[in-house]
């Protein structure tokens, strides 16, 4: 039997490589972004927009993977829609 002493790094078990998972996660984020572009591409330059600041850093590739492109593409329409109801600030608004 090995003593705790006499273990080295090989010996205890590692736990699984955090950078690998995150560069996963990064590209999966970017794989589901670009079919969600693609679909918003269709749309009015506006709602293209309304994607990019949605989707652009700081966003999570964790709450990317949470949504599935569709769902990205609608809510980037849905929010261009709500904005463009709105009357603009009065210029003395600043």
């Not at 078990?13 to 560069?23: H, K, S, T, V």
């Not at 749309?43 to 927009?49: A, I, L, M, T």
């Not at 994607?51 to 850093?57: I, N």
């Amino acid at each position: 039997m090995i003593r705790p002493e006499e273990r080295t790094m090989l010996d205890t078990p590692q736990p699984p490589d955090r950078g690998a998972i995150e560069d996963q996660d990064i590209r999966a984020a970017r794989d589901r972004l670009a079919v969600a572009r693609a679909l918003v591409a269709e749309d009015k330059p506006e709602v293209g927009g309304f994607f990019e600041a949605l989707v652009r850093p700081p966003a999570s590739p964790t709450d990317i993977l949470r949504a599935n492109p569709k769902a990205l593409a609608t809510l980037a329409r849905m929010s261009s829609a709500v904005a463009a109801s709105h009357r603009p600030a009065p210029a003395w608004c600043g």
